[in-house]
């Protein structure tokens, strides 16, 4: 299906700081049309179910609301006719009751069946096209947002849409024709009851326009509660070996059965606010009963007008009902449509206008006076100028916070330079092609990225259509292979999540057998061994080492024995510069790459 288009002039730009904004505390009606319109097109695919699912609403409604002049037919002809009726007149009439019924229930079946056929495929469409827009975002986007917020946008605010919706597109149409055809069987069986109706009808709305909006605001601050839930959930599951050895299974309980019971309050209130709605109508309507038995009392109506007149009251009570629940629900919808489109309309990032694709590497790679300064931060590069030939093995050393990873960062392309430039071949990576530029490069890194699939497939996301063949030979080359056979199904092993059913010198080899699988030009190993202990790093090094074979290699290390290998160390200190050469020469000047050998040395 084509989606409706991303962007426009209140798209958040790609290298904003992400921030919440506030937001008002009622509804704008020329946003919340446009949003509502925007819901609507998501709808177009499958318009031929939603004619089915309306059509089918309306003529429930046209039936239901003639059941009062029903109810007036068979009275008079049973009972007010003067005699005794026929026995064909009275199966005809006991008949006719399962004949309407069962007509009324196909109707019913089809108007919610297909509309919520398609609520079910609009659900699938937001889900998805949220998970393309978040899936394009730059990185500082995920940097300064809760990955818990991100999912419970993704999961729970599309489901509230979705679920809000069935109740809207059935109730739409199928609630507003039952009521206009009630009042108009209502008006041919007595003019002046039907306009009392309208009057009770109008009061009816006023409940539901006032708690409407509160529940909006309530609706509002339960979609908060829920990110916090979650994330405490997610942080959890993240850091669970964390909290396991440092006992910390309490503090997690108590945070999220804070968290818990914040959520069941503010939920508690959405609830009291939308269920005083009912309350309100029932006792509205008895108004409207007592005012029925006087005018019945004081006209003196004939009994099958009285019976006509008061079924159709009563079958104006649910639909009134129902209308005004309409109001509630379309105001959660937009709640969690406005957060649902502000994520689909971020501005991801774009390939640059007129990009040209990086074809290979043949010469170098320069950072020329390059600044970076992140969102809300301090500067992490100020003037950096390095060259790194063809074929080099290039160590970057230095404090935490030294500017180290932010040198990848912009040769991945995950950030722009404040001032300066990165080229590749003499190419600006600015205005090279993203999928280019990423295809040269294979990044190796100490958090072992698996995922909850089989080893092949794992090994495969390195290159996506390897064959078996090509992924064992990777596996071999990468000391893979061997522990791959030992698993109960070797390569159709399904691993465990983040790969917690292997060691971390396993985990850390099949990463690198998936690099091997990409053959980069350039290999970016950030902190690769760092977490591993002596055995494990001498078989991951010996991998890393068929790996980094013929290539240029860009390796960050806080342990430096293990890089002494290095053509060139870049030593850097508060986003600057201050030394390099190879590590004799270092050594010998007795500076900052000196010093920290000496600390680890010693």
Aim: proline share 4%; with cysteine; glycine share 8%.
């Amino acid at each position: 299906m084509r989606f409706p288009r991303r962007g426009g002039k209140n798209a958040v730009m790609a290298n904003d700081p992400v921030v919440e904004k506030p937001r008002p505390q009622q509804g704008n009606w020329p946003e919340d049309r446009k949003r509502f319109l925007r819901l609507i097109r998501y709808m177009k695919p499958y318009r031929g179910r939603v004619v089915t699912g309306l059509v089918a609403g309306a003529f429930f409604g046209v039936i239901a609301g003639a059941f009062p002049k029903a109810v007036e037919f068979v009275f008079k002809s049973l009972f007010e006719g003067g005699q005794k009726p026929s026995l064909w007149m009275v199966i005809a009439t006991c008949l006719a009751v399962p004949i309407y019924y069962a007509i009324r229930g196909v109707l019913g079946f089809l108007n919610h069946y297909c509309l919520a056929w398609v609520s079910s495929r609009m659900l699938r469409d937001l889900r998805v096209e949220a998970f393309s827009s978040l899936q394009r975002l730059p990185m500082d986007f995920f940097v300064h947002t809760r990955h818990a917020r991100l999912i419970q946008i993704v999961q729970y605010s599309t489901r509230s849409i979705q679920v809000s919706i069935v109740k809207l597109a059935t109730d739409i149409v199928k609630q507003p024709v039952t009521i206009i055809v009630a009042i108009v069987v209502l008006g041919s069986i007595n003019l002046l009851f039907c306009l009392y109706a309208l009057v009770l009808g109008a009061l009816c709305l006023i409940p539901m326009t006032i708690i409407g909006r509160k529940v909006r605001n309530a609706g509002r601050d339960e979609e908060k509660s829920a990110d916090a839930t979650i994330g405490v959930l997610h942080e959890s599951l993240s850091n669970v070996r964390v909290i396991k050895a440092y006992l910390l299974e309490k503090l997690q309980i108590g945070k999220f059965r804070d968290a818990a019971q914040r959520q069941m309050n503010i939920q508690m209130r959405f609830q009291r606010r939308r269920d005083t709605l009912s309350p309100l109508v029932e006792w509205i309507g008895s108004l409207g009963t007592a005012g029925a038995l006087l005018f019945v009392y004081f006209t003196d109506m004939p009994f099958s007008e009285f019976m006509a007149v008061m079924a159709g009251f009563y079958l104006l009570y649910d639909p009134l009902k129902r209308i005004g629940n309409v109001h509630v629900t379309s105001q959660r919808v937009l709640v969690a449509a406005e957060r649902v489109f502000e994520l689909i309309d971020r501005e991801p990032q774009a390939e640059p206008p007129d990009a040209h694709r990086l074809e290979g590497f043949e010469g170098e790679i320069r950072f020329e006076d390059v600044s970076l300064t992140y969102a809300r931060r301090r500067s992490a590069l100020d003037g950096v100028s390095l060259t790194i030939p063809r074929g080099m093995t290039c160590a970057m050393v230095g404090p935490s916070g030294s500017g180290k990873t932010s040198m990848v960062n912009l040769l991945l392309g995950f950030y722009k330079s404040t001032a300066g430039r990165v080229t590749i071949d003499g190419h600006d990576l600015t205005k090279v092609s993203i999928v280019s530029l990423r295809q040269l490069i294979s990044l190796v890194t100490q958090e072992t990225l698996l995922f909850p699939d089989t080893v092949a497939n794992n090994i495969s996301y390195g290159r996506l259509g390897a064959s078996r063949e090509e992924i064992v030979e990777a596996a071999r080359k990468g000391h893979a292979h061997e522990f791959i056979m030992a698993l109960p199904k070797q390569y159709d092993t399904v691993l465990g999540e983040r790969g917690q059913n292997l060691s971390g010198g396993q985990c850390q080899r099949l990463a690198i057998a998936r690099a091997i699988l990409r053959d980069p030009a350039i290999l970016v190993l950030d902190e690769a061994t760092s977490a591993l202990d002596a055995e494990s790093e001498q078989q991951v090094q010996e991998a890393m080492n068929e790996l980094m074979r013929d290539r240029t290699v860009l390796m960050i290390a806080h342990r430096l024995s293990s890089i002494k290998h290095a053509d060139l160390f870049v030593v850097l200190d508060k986003g600057r510069i201050v030394e390099q050469g190879n590590h004799d020469e270092l050594i010998r000047r007795d500076g900052l790459y000196r010093r920290l050998y000496d600390l680890q040395v010693v």
